[in-house]
Nanobody
Framework: QVQLVESGGGLVQPGGSLRLSCEAT????????MTWVRQTPGKGFLEAVA?????????SYANSVKGRFTMSRDNSKNTAYLQMNSLTPEDSGVYYC??????????????RGQGTQVSVSS
């Protein structure tokens, strides 16, 4: 079964940290770039926050998270990660992992997970 399953979301105080995981099954993960995408309440669009090449050597980040978020992957575990530090309320939203490089929208053929909720609040 081809799927992506996110985990690791939750409620955290401003300034705190969370680590999201995305486990992939059913496709050649080690050959596939991956993206973390979020949908925040204040925005009406998806934001690609981080993306990583298939081998993990290169990453790219949205300006809004640069220096605070780090994307990585472990191809032996078919899993991608998003380490989020110095979280602010503006980071609250649903975080999705998606198959592909710099995914900015979800089309009918976009493979993505069900999402994990991140809430940053005191």
């Amino acid at each position: 079964q081809v799927q992506l399953v996110e985990s690791g979301g939750g409620l955290v105080q401003p300034g705190g940290s969370l680590r999201l995981s995305c486990e992939a099954t059913g496709f050649p993960f080690s050959n596939t770039p991956m993206t973390w995408v979020r949908q925040t309440p204040g925005k009406g669009f998806l934001e690609a926050v981080a993306t990583i090449t298939a081998g993990g050597a290169s990453t790219s980040y949205a300006n809004s998270v640069k220096g605070r978020f780090t994307m990585s992957r472990d191809n032996s575990k078919n899993t991608a990660y998003l380490q989020m530090n110095s979280l602010t309320p503006e980071d609250s939203g649903v975080y999705y992992c998606a198959k592909g490089w710099m995914i900015r929208s979800f089309g009918s053929d976009t493979l993505r997970g069900q999402g994990t909720q991140v809430s940053v609040s005191s």
